[in-house]
């Protein structure tokens, strides 16, 4: 298995566009994380799946995130629109059982 | 409300020393907690865990141990080389109810110098 794959690995947008981060788990399993990586918060949980339902999306900092998991292969995780602070590293991750694996992340920059 | 806590945001240790990194939590309905390790422009990466039934695990250089009534852990590496400068992120994992997403700290920043 390759792994988690992330896409793109970089992003450059402008303030006010929307922006779409893309991810696909490792298969066979079950559960999906969608994190942040800030130097304040570290990796900050914005939302997880299991079973492609939507657990918990209490990390989802604004209405202005939102994340879908339409099937076991696919995530994306949405900014609309994007700000400068939402510039960050964004980590995709999937498990099975009690560790995580996660993808190579998006650097996202919101000019 | 930061879960899981790493104190020290940096560590420099010198080679073939031994590393500690501490974890602190707050959630005593965690069953697993787990350290990831992170080199720059790379997802971090699975390298220890610990299920709450037990006090120590270890693998190779790495040992971690978990005190409960402390609420703490930590990662012993020992000895410590060059290769291990990384960022060290404690995670902390729930099996029951609502608690089975996973939750990491802010990290420790390792540097093992010769």
């Known amino acids: 298995d390759a792994g988690v794959i992330q896409s793109p690995r970089h992003e450059v947008t402008e303030m006010g566009q929307e922006v779409t981060l893309r991810c696909k788990p490792i298969?066979?399993?079950?559960?999906l994380f969608w994190y942040r990586q800030t130097m304040m918060r570290g990796l900050e949980l914005l939302i997880y799946?299991?079973?492609?339902?939507?657990?918990?999306d209490s990390g989802m900092p604004e209405d202005r995130f939102s994340a879908k998991m339409p099937n076991a292969s696919f995530s994306t995780l949405k900014i609309q629109p994007s700000e400068p602070r939402d510039s960050a590293v964004y980590f995709c991750?999937?498990?099975?059982?009690?560790?995580?694996?996660f993808g190579q992340g998006t650097r996202l920059t919101v000019v | 409300d930061q879960q899981v806590k790493q104190n020290s945001p940096s560590l420099s240790v010198q080679e073939g020393r031994i590393s500690i990194l501490n974890c602190d939590y707050t959630n005593s309905m965690f069953d697993y907690f787990l350290w990831y390790k992170k080199y720059p422009a790379e997802g971090p990466t699975f390298l220890i865990s610990?299920?709450?039934?037990?006090d120590k695990n270890e693998d190779g250089r790495f040992t971690v141990f978990l005190n409960k009534s402390a609420k703490h852990l930590s990662l012993h590496i020992v000895p410590s080389q060059p290769g291990d400068s990384a960022v060290y992120f404690c995670a902390a994992r729930g099996l029951r109810g609502n608690t089975d997403k996973l939750i990491f700290g802010t990290g420790t920043r390792l540097q093992v110098f010769p």
């Open positions: 610990i299920s709450s039934i037990k």
């Open positions: 298969s066979g399993h079950d559960y």
């Open positions: 799946f299991n079973n492609n339902v939507p657990i918990d």
């Open positions: 991750a999937s498990a099975i059982h009690t560790e995580a694996f």
